[in-house]
Structure formats: C-alpha cells, structure tokens
Antibody
C-alpha cells in the first residue's frame, strides 16, 4: 500500500525559506520510472505543479518557480525534500506530494497535504 | 508553453444526469499523457483517468475519458451524489513538464 505524508512548518515569514519533507512508504524511489512530485493549491484556487524528482535523480521544475525551488531525495529514508526560497504571502497554499507512477505516467497516490501560511 | 483550458467553469446538474467536461490544450498533447483528477473539499486530488481514456484502479465505469490532440472530454454517465466535486485535467511531458487545467466544478442544481 502506497502512502505519502507531507511535513514541515505551518507558518513561515516573508523572505524565509520553506523546507517540506515528503515521507513515503509502499514503493521505492529506486524503481525505474518512479517519481515523486510536489503540487500546491492556494485556498480556493487550482492545482499548480512545482517540481518532480525521478528514480534516477533527474529533477524537473516549474519554469516560473525554478529559481526558488530545490528538490532532493533520500532513498534510504524514503523521503523527498522540497525547499522554496524567498517565501511571499502569495505562496500561502496547501502543499501536496504525490507518487508518479512508472506505469500510469501520472500522480496516482497523493499525500493529505499540508497548509503553509506565509505571514509576518 | 502548454496551457490547458477547461469548460465550463461550473456545471450545475442533478443526480442521475450526464456530465460532459471539456479540456482543451494550447498545443497537441499525447493521449498517453493526459489525465483527469477529482477533488472534493478538504481532500487531496484522486486520479480518475490516465492515458486520456483508461480508468484508474477502483474508478466506477460511469466515468469515461476520450479525446486526442488538443481536445479531451471527461464524461460522467449518471451523476451520483458523491460525484459532485471539482475536476482537473492534467498533461505530462510538454513544457512545462506538468500542467493542470483550472478545473470544472460540478455542483448540485
């Protein structure tokens, strides 16, 4: 059974760096084709893809946020970490991590999400 | 850069009715890389359809996907009470790598 769970601060101040951790089970990020992505959703708004890391450590980012994002993985700990620099109130959102299936090619399992508020 | 547009923004229907949701891409999308998700309030999105027309595990057969190129459709043949939600289409593979549409809300008439 695949599960994912996001963890990190619920409140950050403007200009700070956000670090979120996705801890997963039920799959290995060493398996060919598998990936873990981060997606966010501001309150009442649509989903926005942020970043994706593949089993082979290939990393992809949203072009509009690329300069602020870093995604890494720790295969031994079954964790993926996303850092976002220079946080702004417009970055207030629920942040999700999700499993990208090697077979289905899309995000088939999602974490519950974590709400991050950016405010001074 | 590929952009996905969904229509209508809101669809007001009654249980038992048929829902037809549209997703249009600004550039051609490989059918293999087009998915639909359902999201209910306070919940994470759930994968419904992948590869434009294949149902994900456990998805009822009243949900179906079709389309190719730039035009894709999600059809719910007979709405059940639990189907009232927001639906997003998503493409993978073009630039940017992943794009979500703005969503269609299906609400109770």
């Amino acid at each position: 059974q695949i599960t994912l769970k996001e963890s990190g601060p619920t409140l950050v101040k403007p200009t700070q760096t956000l670090t979120l951790t996705c801890t997963f089970s039920g799959f290995s990020l060493s398996t060919s084709g598998v990936g873990v992505g981060w997606i966010r959703q501001p309150p009442g708004k649509a989903l926005e893809w942020l970043a994706l890391i593949y089993w082979n450590d290939d990393k992809r980012y949203s072009p509009s946020l690329k300069s602020r994002l870093t995604i890494t993985k720790d295969t031994s700990k079954n964790q993926v970490v996303l850092t976002m620099t220079n946080m702004d109130p417009v970055d207030t959102a629920t942040y999700y991590c999700a499993h990208r299936s090697d077979r289905l090619l899309h995000f088939d399992y999602w974490g519950q999400g974590t709400l991050v508020t950016v405010s001074s | 850069e590929i952009v996905l547009t969904q229509s209508p923004g809101t669809l007001s229907l009654s249980p038992g009715e048929r829902a037809t949701l549209s997703c249009r891409a600004s550039q051609s999308v490989s059918s293999s890389y087009l998915a639909w998700y359902q999201q209910k309030p306070g919940q994470a999105p759930r994968l419904l359809i992948y590869g434009a027309s294949s149902r994900a595990t456990g998805i009822p057969d009243r949900f179906s996907g079709s389309g190719s190129g730039t035009d894709f459709t999600l059809t719910i043949s007979r709405l059940e009470p639990e189907d009232f939600a927001v639906y997003y289409c998503q493409q993978y593979g073009s630039s940017p790598l992943v794009t979500f549409g703005p969503g269609t809300k299906v609400d109770i008439k």
